[in-house]
């Protein structure tokens, strides 16, 4: 047995280890795993994969080398049509939501703050948890979302479903739109490799059924991604002109869907510069400075409000990085260098990212070489400018973000989109004629790792928030606001309480700063296991000799805070 046979059989070995560990998870049976997170079987194997390379090049498709078996299925599957194989992997996705909001039945932290917002916009019930530095544009979704829903108010109970329906819409707009660009800088089917591949990571899963504005904002970002490349690519043509100028619009878009989109709108434009050159940007002429005025003036309703609220136009940006919750200046990037890119994407996402590094390296290396006029090395390739510019924006993303706020995967959605297409394209290219079965392959793991993941996420990342829910909700909804009444809660959970209550809600720290109105019913909340709140002695002395009425609250099965207890007064 010669030595990349050797490889090529480990190289399978790992591969079936990786499928049938994916398949454990997919029936339910991965408790035995850490936290429901596969074993990175894959990463290793793709490294025996490239050793054993001679091997499977002289056993190819020419050769003989393949099953009869496979090569009859791989025929029937390319007679349907790639949209079909689009409509799958997004009926997918919906079904792949639906299943998991059983698990986490309640708002979150974060979606509740939005979720008030929106629900203020729509009727006036307090906006509690908001903060200056939140967007606006999720809320305006959701108060969209709640009027066509009928919604009935805090009262009804419902609401919830509506807004996590937000969220899908904005999953599978993510979706199309990445298939749409993926296809048209590789192959439609290529294309659904890459949706499929970034669906099965679970950073990205993770958040499909909660109503945040990652997501969404990230689908705008890819657009503004594809129109700079197109402004290159087809400049002094209609369609290049065309794309000049509708980036702004959507740049604006996706801002105030999410002000953090400002870090990966920087480093994209850093890497436009440096993959193709001031001159070229320069060379777009008025369109250029056009644009550049669109979106100045697109910024003056955000600067004029930041400057009401904070005293600085920027004062709205630059408090939302003060909210991260981090340690020191780069502990973010600290965080990206220990995740990447197995944490990020998962055991068959990574792989398909590291390809995607590699190729843009090499890009890299053909344009410098040819810049320097060496006539040595593998000539560059007419799409290899865009190749640097994708990897350099994935790339840099990772730093800015890293270096101005803390890290979740959640925040580089844009960065592990780009190098997924880039993977998936390296890997076809390099595994030549065997790229339709080995693409095959790689699409039908991606759909059984969807399966997968969801099972990791169902039972490995929402039980938290899920137990936390079961604590509070109960709570809440036990002080829940009567006709005409105004309340006030106090608690650590601030956005939690206010959706479940329809009350006003405050921090214990918020609420020394804060003047309450005669005749508001204030709840002060505090449970046996919770979080950002002072001890019963300390509780009863923020009561300033009021009669409070005492509720005890047990513990719920399941839930994470503890037991309650909950001091009532009548300003």
């Given at each position: 047995m010669t030595r990349s046979k050797l490889f090529g059989v480990g190289a399978l070995v790992l591969t079936g280890a990786a499928a049938a560990q994916?398949?454990?998870?997919?029936?339910?049976?991965?408790?035995?795993?850490?936290?429901?997170?596969?074993?990175?079987?894959?990463?290793?194997?793709?490294?025996?994969?490239?050793?054993?390379?001679?091997?499977?090049?002289?056993?190819?498709?020419?050769?003989?080398?393949?099953?009869?078996?496979?090569?009859?299925?791989?025929?029937?599957?390319?007679?349907?049509?790639?949209?079909?194989?689009?409509?799958?992997?997004?009926?997918?996705?919906?079904?792949?939501?639906?299943?998991?909001?059983?698990?986490?039945?309640?708002?979150?932290?974060?979606?509740?703050?939005?979720?008030?917002?929106?629900?203020?916009?729509?009727d006036g019930t307090p906006d509690a948890g908001w903060g200056v530095y939140r967007p606006v544009g999720l809320p305006a979704l959701g108060a969209l979302a709640l009027r066509l829903t009928g919604y009935q108010g805090h009262a009804s109970g419902g609401g919830t479903g509506a807004l996590r329906a937000v969220a899908l819409v904005l999953a599978l707009v993510m979706l199309c739109t990445t298939y749409l660009v993926a296809r048209a800088w590789t192959t439609p089917r290529r294309a659904v490799v890459v949706v499929l591949v970034l669906l099965s990571g679970l950073g990205f899963l993770r958040r499909v059924p909660e109503y945040l504005n990652d997501i969404g904002s990230t689908a705008l970002l890819l657009i503004v991604v594809f129109l700079l490349v197109t402004a290159q690519e087809r400049a002094g043509t209609k369609a290049g002109a065309r794309a000049v100028l509708l980036v702004p619009f959507v740049a604006l878009a996706a801002f105030y869907l999410r002000y953090g989109v400002v870090g990966n709108l920087l480093a994209v434009a850093l890497a436009g510069v440096l993959a193709y050159g001031p001159r070229a940007w320069l060379a777009l002429g008025w369109r250029l400075w056009a644009a550049a005025g669109v979106l100045a003036l697109g910024l003056v309703p955000h600067l004029l409000h930041a400057t009401q609220r904070t005293g600085k136009p920027l004062g709205m940006i630059l408090s939302a990085t003060s909210q991260?919750?981090?340690?020191?200046?780069?502990?973010?990037?600290?965080?990206?260098?220990?995740?990447?890119?197995?944490?990020?994407?998962?055991?068959?996402?990574?792989?398909?990212?590291?390809?995607?590094?590699?190729?843009?390296?090499?890009?890299?290396?053909?344009?410098?070489?040819?810049?320097?006029?060496?006539?040595?090395?593998?000539?560059?390739?007419?799409?290899?400018?865009?190749?640097?510019?994708?990897?350099?924006?994935?790339?840099?993303?990772?730093?800015?973000?890293?270096?101005?706020?803390?890290?979740?995967?959640?925040?580089?959605?844009?960065?592990?989109?780009?190098?997924?297409?880039?993977?998936?394209?390296?890997?076809?290219?390099?595994?030549?004629?065997?790229?339709?079965?080995?693409?095959?392959?790689?699409?039908?793991?991606?759909?059984?790792?969807?399966?997968?993941?969801?099972?990791?996420?169902?039972?490995?990342?929402?039980?938290?928030?899920?137990?936390?829910?079961?604590?509070?909700?109960?709570?809440?909804?036990?002080?829940?606001?009567?006709?005409?009444?105004?309340?006030?809660?106090?608690?650590?959970?601030?956005?939690?309480?206010?959706?479940?209550?329809?009350?006003?809600?405050?921090?214990?720290?918020?609420y020394g700063r804060l003047r309450v109105e005669p005749g508001t019913r204030v709840s002060f909340v505090r449970f046996d296991k919770g979080r950002l709140q002072p001890d019963a002695a300390r509780v009863r002395q923020l009561l300033d000799g009021r009669r409070a009425t005492v509720l005890r609250m047990p513990a719920v099965d399941g839930g994470s805070a503890g037991a309650a207890t909950v001091w009532s007064v009548r300003f």
């Open positions: 994916q398949l454990t998870l997919a029936v339910g049976l991965g408790g035995w795993l850490p936290g429901w997170q596969p074993w990175p079987y894959l990463l290793l194997a793709a490294v025996l994969w490239l050793m054993a390379k001679p091997w499977w090049l002289e056993n190819g498709p020419d050769t003989g080398g393949v099953p009869g078996f496979i090569t009859a299925a791989e025929k029937r599957l390319r007679r349907i049509p790639a949209w079909a194989y689009v409509v799958v992997v997004l009926a997918l996705a919906a079904g792949v939501w639906a299943w998991l909001q059983d698990f986490e039945p309640y708002l979150g932290h974060e979606e509740a703050v939005y979720a008030n917002k929106a629900r203020f916009w729509f991260a919750n981090r340690e020191y200046v780069g502990d973010g990037l600290v965080y990206y260098l220990g995740v990447f890119p197995y944490r990020l994407a998962g055991d068959l996402g990574a792989v398909v990212m590291a390809a995607g590094v590699c190729a843009a390296v090499a890009a890299w290396l053909r344009v410098r070489r040819e810049r320097r006029g060496r006539g040595s090395g593998a000539p560059s390739r007419p799409d290899d400018r865009r190749r640097v510019f994708l990897g350099s924006a994935a790339l840099l993303v990772f730093v800015v973000l890293g270096m101005a706020t803390d890290g979740e995967p959640r925040f580089v959605y844009l960065p592990v989109t780009l190098l997924t297409v880039l993977g998936v394209q390296a890997v076809a290219e390099l595994t030549r004629a065997w790229a339709p079965r080995v693409l095959l392959c790689v699409g039908v793991l991606a759909g059984l790792t969807v399966a997968g993941t969801a099972q990791a996420v169902a039972h490995g990342a929402m039980p938290g928030p899920a137990s936390l829910g079961a604590s509070t909700v109960p709570v809440a909804r036990a002080l829940a606001a009567r006709d005409g009444e105004s309340c006030l809660i106090v608690t650590g959970y601030e956005p939690e309480f206010g959706w479940y209550s329809g009350c006003d809600a405050v921090t214990y720290g918020q």
